[in-house]
């Protein structure tokens, strides 16, 4: 196992070699902070069509990144969507051209805590401006005009993902020909800001974090980090889906140890998930990015709320929610429905049955899948239909 | 039921934003958009229907009438369409109020209960009526309140709804009902189709 200054190093060198673009326009932040020649990483699947009408644009979720499908070139792993989008899946990119950019404030690439602040040529740490969904969704809509898209087939995304959507349909209202808001919600709750700080605050109470500054000194906070992980970890998954999946069961052992050691196997699946995550992910990361879903109030930045937010929408709707989701909950989704319903607007919903969690989406859900690819595939046809008209 | 369709799309002016609640199959929906170019949206309890529409490219939204019309603002539609599904609800007044509250005009069509096949059943079987308009047995049947054409008049009359037009469907025959010819109609029509508000 290499040392974890050594890994960073090996990270970064990989990341050294992903594609990005710089992005000159300078980008005013919410925070009043303008930014400008920072680095956008991105990954495409599948091929551009010559009347450029199969583009998909997939909005990445908190702990995400650009690898959506195919083999992470960092991690080694799957991409996060494998189960949706490939070759013949739901999102097939045989047949479109799927487009996924890591958010500013992450650490795969785009511009993030970890770079390099130009005014003092120290990493950025907690200099860096805290940002917002709509930043996030501002600098990825120059990544389109790089591409050369008008417009999109569609665009999706899960959670944070489905926040950065519904930012971007507000903001965009002409870009997207059909959208796929998934398991997410108009504005955070409160029980989705209190397990944000819950996560922030164990990464806070990690000495090595030292107010941000461990970058210099090519360490990690990884314990903290790891709580932060593993609180996601549990918010992810269902009361029911958890009792099936681990029950009391213990982790290779008769019977209990009289110890703190992870006797269960839920402790243990905790626990391998928490540091796991901390080989690929930076701790100053998850504080920006959870700040800016935190911020996030799509009916608070329009006057007439949600429903003003989505006026003059001509984009076709697919909000989706999962059953048994307790962080993004049914209703929540639903609000944004009726929301849309009230504007005018062109929306379907769907309820899948699952009790896999929030996490349904991230998971082979054949309901779910098909429903997926119903829409896609019927909005392509109508697409490309109206472009011929 | 073709027939159903048809006149409900001939009640239907073109181009009209129309809510089908109860939708299916989407079945009518993608009738009226191709007949008469009208804007739909459905509201489906079922999720494999559900399913079936979203590939259709119809818009539709999954949830159950009996609970989740108020998300539907006031007049949002020029015409609500409710075929066949007034009898299952438990509530169907308040149903029936809530769909006059976001269309302009409510289309409800109802298997007649009056229809003179159901009635004889009843009378000299003594059984509860299975017939094509009525395919359920009494234990799996999920019509609650069935009624007859001369009931949902009666129904329009003491609520002080507006009844506009009534179509009759017997087979392939339609025909107008009125109040004067109101007893031998709801004896020899299979399905009765409101148009209401």
């Given at each position: 196992m290499p040392s974890l200054a050594g890994l960073f190093f090996w990270m970064n060198r990989k990341i050294e070699n992903i594609n990005k673009i710089t992005i000159t326009k300078p980008l005013k932040l919410d925070c009043g902070k303008t930014v400008k020649n920072f680095p956008l990483a991105y990954e495409t699947y599948g091929k551009l069509n010559e009347n450029k009408d199969n583009a998909i644009l997939v909005f990445h979720a908190l702990t995400g990144d650009q690898f959506v499908t195919g083999t992470n070139p960092v991690t080694n792993k799957d991409g996060w969507w494998v189960t949706a989008v490939g070759p013949g899946?739901?999102?097939?990119?045989?047949?479109?051209?799927?487009?996924?950019?890591?958010?500013?404030?992450?650490?795969?690439?785009?511009?993030?805590?970890?770079?390099?602040?130009?005014?003092?040529?120290?990493?950025?740490?907690?200099?860096?401006?805290?940002?917002?969904?709509?930043?996030?969704?501002?600098?990825?809509?120059?990544?389109?005009?790089?591409?050369?898209?008008?417009?999109?087939l569609c665009a999706t995304g899960g959670s944070m993902g489905g926040m950065q959507l519904l930012q971007f349909c507000a903001t965009f209202p002409d870009k997207a020909f059909s959208a796929i808001p998934i398991a997410c919600s108009s504005s955070h709750s409160a029980q989705n800001i209190a397990l944000n700080e819950l996560a922030r605050q164990a990464i806070m109470a990690d000495p090595v974090w030292d107010n941000g500054k461990y970058v210099s000194k090519n360490v990690q906070p990884k314990n903290g980090l790891a709580v932060a992980r593993m609180v996601g970890h549990i918010s992810y998954l269902s009361e029911k889906g958890m009792q099936e999946k681990f029950g009391r069961k213990l982790q290779e052992k008769a019977d209990y140890e009289f110890s703190f050691n992870a006797d269960f196997q839920v402790e243990s699946y905790l626990r391998h998930q928490g540091y796991a995550f901390v080989e690929r992910f930076d701790a100053n990361s998850i504080l920006y990015i959870t700040r800016a879903m935190d911020y996030f109030d799509l009916s608070k930045q329009f006057k007439g709320g949600l429903v003003e937010a989505f006026k003059n929408q001509n984009t076709k709707f697919l909000v989706i929610s999962f059953s048994s989701d307790w962080l993004y909950t049914t209703k929540e989704n639903k609000d944004i429905v009726i929301a849309?319903?009230?504007?005018?607007?062109?929306?379907?919903?769907?309820?899948?049955?699952?009790?896999?969690?929030?996490?349904?989406?991230?998971?082979?859900?054949?309901?779910?899948?098909?429903?997926?690819?119903?829409?896609?595939?019927?909005?392509?046809?109508?697409?490309?239909?109206?472009?011929?008209? | 039921m073709k027939k159903e369709f048809r006149v409900i799309a001939d009640l239907l002016p073109n181009n009209s934003r129309v809510l089908d609640v109860g939708c299916g199959d989407g079945s009518l929906m993608n009738f009226l958009k191709e007949e008469k170019n009208i804007e739909v949206r459905g509201l489906e309890l079922d999720q494999e229907n559900v399913q079936k529409c979203i590939n259709k490219g119809l818009p539709v939204i999954q949830g159950n009438a009996e609970t989740e019309l108020h998300q539907f603002p006031n007049q949002s539609f020029d015409y609500v369409v409710l075929s066949q599904t007034l009898q299952a609800f438990y509530e169907p007044e308040k149903v029936l109020k809530n769909l006059l509250r976001i269309g302009r005009a409510v289309i409800v069509s109802i298997p007649n209960f009056g229809y003179w096949k159901v009635r004889v059943k009843l009378l000299f079987f003594g059984e509860m009526p299975v017939t094509k308009t009525l395919p359920n047995t009494w234990y799996n049947t999920p019509n609650l309140h069935m009624c007859t054409i001369k009931d949902l008049f009666k129904f329009c009359d003491e609520k002080n709804i507006n009844i506009k037009k009534v179509v009759g469907v017997n087979e392939d025959e339609t025909s107008l009902i009125k109040k004067s010819n109101l007893e031998i109609k709801n004896l020899f029509s299979k399905l009765g189709i409101f148009l209401i508000g």
């Amino acid at each position: 196992m290499p040392s974890l200054a050594g890994l960073f190093f090996w990270m970064n060198r990989k990341i050294e070699n992903i594609n990005k673009i710089t992005i000159t326009k300078p980008l005013k932040l919410d925070c009043g902070k303008t930014v400008k020649n920072f680095p956008l990483a991105y990954e495409t699947y599948g091929k551009l069509n010559e009347n450029k009408d199969n583009a998909i644009l997939v909005f990445h979720a908190l702990t995400g990144d650009q690898f959506v499908t195919g083999t992470n070139p960092v991690t080694n792993k799957d991409g996060w969507w494998v189960t949706a989008v490939g070759p013949g899946k739901a999102i097939d990119t045989d047949k479109y051209f799927v487009i996924c950019a890591n958010v500013i404030g992450g650490c795969m690439g785009s511009l993030g805590p970890k770079d390099t602040n130009p005014e003092n040529n120290q990493p950025y740490g907690l200099d860096f401006p805290v940002i917002t969904i709509k930043d996030m969704v501002k600098a990825q809509e120059s990544l389109l005009e790089h591409l050369g898209i008008k417009k999109l087939l569609c665009a999706t995304g899960g959670s944070m993902g489905g926040m950065q959507l519904l930012q971007f349909c507000a903001t965009f209202p002409d870009k997207a020909f059909s959208a796929i808001p998934i398991a997410c919600s108009s504005s955070h709750s409160a029980q989705n800001i209190a397990l944000n700080e819950l996560a922030r605050q164990a990464i806070m109470a990690d000495p090595v974090w030292d107010n941000g500054k461990y970058v210099s000194k090519n360490v990690q906070p990884k314990n903290g980090l790891a709580v932060a992980r593993m609180v996601g970890h549990i918010s992810y998954l269902s009361e029911k889906g958890m009792q099936e999946k681990f029950g009391r069961k213990l982790q290779e052992k008769a019977d209990y140890e009289f110890s703190f050691n992870a006797d269960f196997q839920v402790e243990s699946y905790l626990r391998h998930q928490g540091y796991a995550f901390v080989e690929r992910f930076d701790a100053n990361s998850i504080l920006y990015i959870t700040r800016a879903m935190d911020y996030f109030d799509l009916s608070k930045q329009f006057k007439g709320g949600l429903v003003e937010a989505f006026k003059n929408q001509n984009t076709k709707f697919l909000v989706i929610s999962f059953s048994s989701d307790w962080l993004y909950t049914t209703k929540e989704n639903k609000d944004i429905v009726i929301a849309l319903n009230a504007s005018g607007a062109d929306v379907s919903y769907s309820e899948i049955v699952t009790d896999k969690g929030h996490d349904s989406f991230l998971l082979n859900e054949p309901e779910f899948l098909k429903t997926l690819k119903g829409f896609i595939d019927s909005m392509y046809e109508k697409f490309k239909n109206e472009k011929r008209i | 039921m073709k027939k159903e369709f048809r006149v409900i799309a001939d009640l239907l002016p073109n181009n009209s934003r129309v809510l089908d609640v109860g939708c299916g199959d989407g079945s009518l929906m993608n009738f009226l958009k191709e007949e008469k170019n009208i804007e739909v949206r459905g509201l489906e309890l079922d999720q494999e229907n559900v399913q079936k529409c979203i590939n259709k490219g119809l818009p539709v939204i999954q949830g159950n009438a009996e609970t989740e019309l108020h998300q539907f603002p006031n007049q949002s539609f020029d015409y609500v369409v409710l075929s066949q599904t007034l009898q299952a609800f438990y509530e169907p007044e308040k149903v029936l109020k809530n769909l006059l509250r976001i269309g302009r005009a409510v289309i409800v069509s109802i298997p007649n209960f009056g229809y003179w096949k159901v009635r004889v059943k009843l009378l000299f079987f003594g059984e509860m009526p299975v017939t094509k308009t009525l395919p359920n047995t009494w234990y799996n049947t999920p019509n609650l309140h069935m009624c007859t054409i001369k009931d949902l008049f009666k129904f329009c009359d003491e609520k002080n709804i507006n009844i506009k037009k009534v179509v009759g469907v017997n087979e392939d025959e339609t025909s107008l009902i009125k109040k004067s010819n109101l007893e031998i109609k709801n004896l020899f029509s299979k399905l009765g189709i409101f148009l209401i508000g």
